[in-house]
C-alpha cells in the first residue's frame, strides 16, 4: 500500500484542484492496482476545507495543532498504521502530475526530493515581474539539487521510522527530516522526475517557508 499524506489548514479554494490530481496520480496503470490511501489532515480549519474534501475518496484526520509537522507526523502515523509501504506528501495548495507516485518509485531510493513549478504569479502584483526573474535564477529545477519540499516528497516507510518521522516544527520540518535522514546513510534521490505546481502566495500560514523565499525576489 502506498500512503500520501496531505496537510490541510484552510485551503477550501485550493484543495479541490489538489485532490484531483492526487486521484489521477493515484489511478495511474503502471501502479498496477496497487491501493493508494489519501489522508487529509484538516488542521484547525474553520472554513469549507473539510467538505471540499469529503467530495473525493480521501480520509480525514481532523486535529488542531496549527503546526505542519504535528499534521504531517499524524497523517504519516496513521497511513503506516494502515500498512503503508511508501510514504508521499503533498501540500494543499499544490497539484501532482498523473505520474507522481509512477516517478518517485521508479528512482528507487530510499527517500526522493523532489523539485516545484510555479505556473502563475499573479499573487505577486506588482512584484510579480521581479519574483518569477529572481526564482529562475536562484531555484534548481534539475536533478542534483539540493531543495526540499513537502510539497514534492516521498520515502519508504522504514526509513521514516528509523529517522523518527516529523518533529513538530511550525516551518522547517521538512527539511529537518531530510538532513537526519542524510545522517542515517538515506540513498536520497534529488531529482526532478517527479513533477508538481504549487501556489506562488507571497504570504503563508507560517512566517518562513517557501512563500518568505520567493517575497524575497520583490527586493
Not at 511550525?170 to 535522514?181: H, N, P, S
Amino acid at each position: 500500500m502506498i500512503g500520501i499524506c496531505i496537510p490541510v489548514h484552510n485551503e477550501e479554494a485550493l484543495i479541490g484542484q489538489c485532490l484531483e490530481s492526487v486521484e489521477h496520480a493515484s489511478l495511474h496503470p503502471a501502479l498496477h492496482q496497487e491501493t493508494v490511501v489519501v489522508a487529509v489532515v484538516l488542521d484547525s480549519c474553520q472554513d469549507t476545507s473539510a467538505a471540499v474534501a469529503s467530495r473525493w475518496p480521501v480520509i480525514p484526520l481532523v486535529i488542531g495543532a496549527k503546526n505542519v509537522g504535528k499534521a504531517r507526523s499524524h497523517g504519516a502515523d496513521y497511513l503506516l498504521r494502515l500498512g503503508a509501504r511508501w510514504l508521499a506528501f503533498t501540500d494543499a495548495d499544490s497539484c501532482v502530475s498523473a505520474s507522481w507516485l509512477v516517478d518517485q518509485l521508479s528512482l528507487q531510493a530510499d527517500v526522493v526530493c523532489g523539485t516545484v513549478e510555479i505556473s502563475n504569479w499573479a499573487d505577486h502584483g506588482v512584484h510579480a515581474d521581479r519574483a518569477k526573474q529572481n526564482f529562475d535564477s536562484t531555484y534548481a529545477d534539475r536533478n542534483g539539487h539540493r531543495h526540499v519540499h513537502g510539497a514534492n516528497l516521498g520515502m519508504s516507510a522504514w526509513h521514516y521510522r528509523q529517522a523518527g518521522g516529523f518533529e513538530p516544527r511550525t516551518c522547517g520540518e521538512d527539511q529537518a527530516l531530510v538532513d537526519r535522514l542524510c545522517g542515517q546513510g538515506a540513498n536520497i534521490a534529488w531529482s526532478a522526475l517527479p513533477r508538481v505546481i504549487t501556489s506562488a502566495r507571497p504570504y503563508s500560514r507560517v512566517r518562513d517557508g517557501f512563500a518568505a523565499a520567493l517575497r524575497s525576489g520583490w527586493n
